[in-house]
Every structure is written in structure tokens, then in C-alpha cells.
């Protein structure tokens, strides 16, 4: 059973920056895509950023301010978060999907999930 483990998350104040990990636990594992997704308090889960080989995609909510990058050949993807405001205050999660898709923002296309990890931005 393949698992995601991300790491990272905690506690910061406006205009901090934190490094989200996500590591899958089969070495052989391969994914065509990964992506981060997040939930704040009393709202839907949303799409943060995915990356397919050597293409990424990122909301508009945090376009220059979030950098998703990630290894291949180690199964790690990061989420580098600059600039942090309180609105990104939620849980992330870290997704992988092995459907061959374009729809990168759809939850139901990633068919792995983490347990995610909470980030708290104080104002």
C-alpha cells in the first residue's frame, strides 16, 4: 500500500515562510503527477499546486509566492510557501495521481492522499 507522508507544517507569522515534504513510501512507486491541496476551517478542499514531469501548476491564490518542486527518482515533492498570509491558513495535503489526465485541480484524479499536515499563519 502505497503511502504519503508529508512533514513541515506548524506555526508562523505573516510574511514567513515555510517548507512543506511529502515522501511516498514505495521507492518503485511512480507517479505522473503530484500535487498539494488544502483546507482551511468551514471550507471545501481546494487545489494549491501540482507538478507533472517538468510542468507545474499553481492557484491563482498563490502564484509567485508558492514554489512546488520535487525529485522523481526519490519521490519527494516540496512546497516551498513564501510570503504567508493569514487566508493560508488550513490543512495541506499532498496528493499523487497515476491517471494519464490533464485535470490536475480535480481531487478525484489524484488516487493517493497524505494525512495531511496543518499550517497556521498568525496576522
Known amino acids: 500500500q502505497v503511502q504519503l507522508v508529508e512533514s513541515g507544517g506548524g506555526l508562523v507569522q505573516t510574511g514567513a515562510s515555510l517548507r512543506l515534504s511529502c515522501a511516498v513510501s514505495?521507492?518503485?512507486?511512480?507517479?505522473?503527477?503530484m500535487g498539494w491541496f488544502r483546507q482551511a476551517p468551514g471550507k471545501e478542499r481546494e487545489f494549491v499546486a501540482a507538478?507533472?514531469?517538468?510542468?507545474?501548476y499553481y492557484a491563482d491564490s498563490v502564484k509567485g509566492r508558492f514554489t512546488i518542486s520535487g525529485v522523481n527518482a526519490n519521490n519527494t515533492v516540496y512546497l516551498q510557501m513564501n510570503s504567508l498570509r493569514p487566508e493560508d491558513t488550513a490543512v495541506y495535503y499532498c496528493?499523487?495521481?497515476?491517471?494519464?489526465?490533464?485535470?490536475?485541480?480535480?481531487?478525484?484524479?489524484?488516487?493517493?492522499w497524505g494525512q495531511g499536515t496543518q499550517v497556521t499563519v498568525s496576522s
Open positions: 496528493a499523487a495521481s497515476t491517471y494519464t489526465t490533464n485535470m490536475y485541480s480535480r481531487e478525484s484524479n489524484y488516487n493517493y
Open positions: 514505495e521507492r518503485t512507486f511512480s507517479a505522473y503527477r
Open positions: 507538478r507533472s514531469y517538468f510542468t507545474t
